[in-house]
């Protein structure tokens, strides 16, 4: 049974950080490229960031660069988010992504709420 589930988010102020996860069961991990995306309220669900397989290629949206990153420990069958300097529209259910090219497979965790506010 594949299983993507997210933790660590919550409520920050401006200017904080916070660090998502994401653990993954189920499927062969270490052969996934795995994705942050989220969704603000009333938006589309936007991506992050990609880190590939093995964790040495790593792409980021335009807004994000800079202040997040995305890892991943293919020993813990993890991959992280760590978000810095967050501010008010960084608001968002965050959601990992375990995606596979060629099998043409693609997995969701069920999301982690992130709330920037003062």
């Known amino acids: 049974q594949v299983q993507l589930v997210e933790s660590g988010g919550g409520l920050v102020q401006p200017g904080g950080s916070l660090r998502l996860s994401c653990a993954a069961s189920?499927?062969?991990?270490?052969?996934?490229?795995m994705s942050w995306y989220r969704q603000a309220p009333g938006k589309e669900r936007e991506l992050v960031a990609t880190?590939?397989?093995?964790?040495?290629?790593?792409n980021y949206a335009d807004s994000m660069k800079g202040r997040f990153t995305i890892s991943r420990d293919n020993a813990k069958n993890t991959v992280y988010l760590q978000m810095n300097s967050l501010k008010p529209e960084d608001t968002a259910v965050y959601y990992c992504k375990a995606a596979h090219a060629l099998l043409g497979r693609a997995y969701w965790g069920q999301g982690t709420q992130v709330t920037v506010s003062s």
């Open positions: 189920g499927f062969t991990f270490s052969s996934y490229a």
């Open positions: 880190i590939s397989s093995a964790g040495g290629i790593t």
